[in-house]
């Protein structure tokens, strides 16, 4: 799986909007609107109060009162009410030239809900009646998104991209997504796409780090420092250099960046990780065993460190030791092995409960939290779609990918 649980780590990302202001699903206007419908819009994406008021009071006077019921709805959205912007609409609007908006709206409402079981289908007509519909397709990759499946989710995407394709942030979350599926070389391709588009200051660090650590997953060291060129130091970054150094032959200067890591920061599970490695090759197994240790207790689940553990007590004839931590790693090595299966299996069925429950339990054994909490969401949703709860008890979408 990799590094799936970054979804839950993406607080700067969240702040810049990963999926673009404003409402989820935004007032884009047709031809056949009339002037005061879209002066209401406009006035709504304003968050001028006073003349959306005024405008639902025009349209109410000259009898529109469908036009005036879809503003009011829109307003409501605006105010993150989703409850009384649904109520407003009715079904007889969605028959007549006011559809594509009461798509929008009772689309987001219920997306806002948790009701993804009806969002998606509107959402879906919508793109297939006008398919430059852009924020329908956010929304649907932030409904596949939470659902775990990640094709579906590339897919809407994919046609972000189609439609803003100088934005940044369609590319970032599709890197992060191939990312936690291991699919590196496509990864590295959507950061280094993502950065030509000139992100904010601080998302271009986070995509550097995210973009080096592809490449050194693809080996391609000398790119993974070249992605790094001109980022402030910190542990993460110091890391990622030093293992790059490493790599391509600079010992002397991998070692004194890991050292300095390990100074300021002597629980830093990457550092610890790649200082053994060095002390290994050094002929420093003790020590080795010791930071392997160390590093395992945060995170046990890292089958490179455990092989490189296993291997070490061997080496120092150290056999009662190593039995006990083959079984560990073999026991760690069929959890993984299930969690790649279960993860294909919810991937090809975005409506499959089963592998999602029993993803949570994997994950929890794995002592992966975070992705549990996400697959519980996800099987939340998925149970959700299957047996109609009220919607005061549907489970809410991520907050950390709304704009």
Same mark, same amino acid.
């Given at each position: 799986m990799g590094r799936r649980e970054l979804r839950f780590a993406m607080g700067a990302v969240v702040a810049a909007g990963l999926l673009a202001g404003g409402c989820l699903i935004g007032m884009r206007l047709l031809c056949s609107e009339t002037p005061t419908l879209a002066e209401g819009f406009r006035r709504v994406e304003q968050a001028d109060?006073?003349?959306?008021?005024? *405008?639902?009071?025009?349209?109410?006077?000259i009898g529109a009162r469908d036009e005036a019921a *879809?503003? &009011?709805s829109a307003w409501l959205v605006r105010r993150a009410r989703y409850q009384q912007a649904l109520d407003r609409l009715t079904p007889d609007m969605i028959a007549g030239s006011l559809r594509p908006h009461v798509l929008r709206l009772a689309g987001e409402c219920l997306f806002q809900l948790g009701q993804f079981d009806r969002a998606e289908p509107l959402l879906i007509q919508l793109v297939a009646e006008h398919p430059d519909e852009l924020d329908a397709y956010r929304a649907l990759a932030v409904m596949y998104y939470?659902?775990?499946?990640p094709d579906l989710a590339l897919k809407a995407l994919g046609h972000v991209i189609r439609l803003v394709p100088l934005d940044y942030r369609p590319h970032h979350l599709s890197g992060v997504i191939l990312t936690d599926n291991e699919n590196f070389t496509a990864a590295a !391709?959507?950061?280094?796409?993502?950065?030509? !588009?000139?992100p904010p200051e601080e998302i271009r660090r986070v995509m550097q780090h995210e973009l080096a650590q592809a490449l050194i997953s693809l080996r391609d060291f000398q790119g993974a420092l070249d992605a790094l060129s001109g980022i402030q130091p910190s542990p993460g970054t110091d890391t990622q250099r030093a293992e790059?150094?490493?790599?391509?032959?600079d010992a002397r200067q991998a070692a004194h960046l890991v050292d300095e890591v390990l100074t300021n920061q002597p629980e830093?599970?990457?550092?610890l990780k790649l200082k053994a490695r060095f002390l290994e090759e050094a002929g420093q197994g003790e020590r080795a065993v010791k930071l392997l240790q160390q590093a395992l207790a945060t995170e046990p689940f890292d089958l490179n460190a455990r092989y490189q553990l296993l291997q070490l007590y061997g080496a120092l004839g150290k056999n009662e030791e190593r039995a006990t931590e083959l079984t560990e790693y073999n026991r760690y090595r069929e959890l993984q092995n299930r969690l790649i299966e279960l993860n294909q299996q919810a991937n090809s069925d975005p409506d499959?409960?089963?592998? &999602? &429950?029993?993803?949570?339990?994997?994950?929890?054994?794995?002592? &992966?939290q975070k992705l549990a909490d996400m697959w519980q969401k996800a099987a939340e949703f998925c149970a959700f779609r299957q047996q109609g709860r009220k919607p005061q008890e549907a489970p809410q979408p991520s907050t950390h990918l709304k704009p």
């Amino acid at each position: 799986m990799g590094r799936r649980e970054l979804r839950f780590a993406m607080g700067a990302v969240v702040a810049a909007g990963l999926l673009a202001g404003g409402c989820l699903i935004g007032m884009r206007l047709l031809c056949s609107e009339t002037p005061t419908l879209a002066e209401g819009f406009r006035r709504v994406e304003q968050a001028d109060a006073n003349s959306v008021d005024r *405008i639902e009071q025009a349209l109410l006077r000259i009898g529109a009162r469908d036009e005036a019921a *879809i503003l &009011r709805s829109a307003w409501l959205v605006r105010r993150a009410r989703y409850q009384q912007a649904l109520d407003r609409l009715t079904p007889d609007m969605i028959a007549g030239s006011l559809r594509p908006h009461v798509l929008r709206l009772a689309g987001e409402c219920l997306f806002q809900l948790g009701q993804f079981d009806r969002a998606e289908p509107l959402l879906i007509q919508l793109v297939a009646e006008h398919p430059d519909e852009l924020d329908a397709y956010r929304a649907l990759a932030v409904m596949y998104y939470d659902l775990g499946s990640p094709d579906l989710a590339l897919k809407a995407l994919g046609h972000v991209i189609r439609l803003v394709p100088l934005d940044y942030r369609p590319h970032h979350l599709s890197g992060v997504i191939l990312t936690d599926n291991e699919n590196f070389t496509a990864a590295a !391709k959507q950061f280094q796409l993502g950065l030509s !588009k000139a992100p904010p200051e601080e998302i271009r660090r986070v995509m550097q780090h995210e973009l080096a650590q592809a490449l050194i997953s693809l080996r391609d060291f000398q790119g993974a420092l070249d992605a790094l060129s001109g980022i402030q130091p910190s542990p993460g970054t110091d890391t990622q250099r030093a293992e790059c150094f490493w790599s391509l032959g600079d010992a002397r200067q991998a070692a004194h960046l890991v050292d300095e890591v390990l100074t300021n920061q002597p629980e830093h599970v990457n550092a610890l990780k790649l200082k053994a490695r060095f002390l290994e090759e050094a002929g420093q197994g003790e020590r080795a065993v010791k930071l392997l240790q160390q590093a395992l207790a945060t995170e046990p689940f890292d089958l490179n460190a455990r092989y490189q553990l296993l291997q070490l007590y061997g080496a120092l004839g150290k056999n009662e030791e190593r039995a006990t931590e083959l079984t560990e790693y073999n026991r760690y090595r069929e959890l993984q092995n299930r969690l790649i299966e279960l993860n294909q299996q919810a991937n090809s069925d975005p409506d499959a409960e089963a592998p &999602r &429950r029993e993803l949570v339990e994997v994950c929890r054994a794995l002592g &992966r939290q975070k992705l549990a909490d996400m697959w519980q969401k996800a099987a939340e949703f998925c149970a959700f779609r299957q047996q109609g709860r009220k919607p005061q008890e549907a489970p809410q979408p991520s907050t950390h990918l709304k704009p």
